[in-house]
């Protein structure tokens, strides 16, 4: 089985590790076969403290999740922001009139449609 492991360690920083599984492989013996924890020495320790999640395309996943041919195992870091706080913060920026769903009206159209 072909195995892709993926991990971003700071923006616009990718890396990649291809390897060769035997099937009913699972996602924890996938990455320490990557090399992956081994490069990264503080990779082992983030994921066991809960600063890393793992995941199979874009999917949260366990370590004991069996792997198929052609998955994407991704590790994933913690968000530093909010989601919710960014975009109050982008949407002060921007005023109410320009942002929102019924930011463009149609000439003589009823307010919220």
């Known amino acids: 089985m072909q195995i892709t492991v993926v991990y971003a ?3 616009r920083q990718m ?3 291809m390897i060769d599984m ?6 924890a013996q996938a990455l320490v076969q990557s090399g992956a ?3 990264l020495a503080d990779l082992a320790e983030r994921l066991a403290n809960g600063d890393l999640t793992a995941g199979i395309w874009g999917r949260a ?7 198929e041919d052609g998955d994407r195992v991704e590790l994933y870091r913690a968000l530093r922001v909010d989601p919710k706080v ?3 913060e982008r949407f002060k ?3 109410s009139r320009g942002a929102g769903l019924f930011a463009k009206r149609r000439a003589g159209g009823k307010a919220g449609y």
């Open 86 to 88: 960014a975009r109050r």
């Open 9 to 11: 360690p700071e923006a």
């Open 61 to 67: 996943a366990m370590p004991a999740q069996v792997l």
């Open 37 to 39: 924890m081994a490069e």
């Open 15 to 17: 890396r990649q590790w």
């Open 93 to 95: 920026g921007q005023g």
């Open 22 to 27: 035997p099937s009913g492989s699972t996602l």
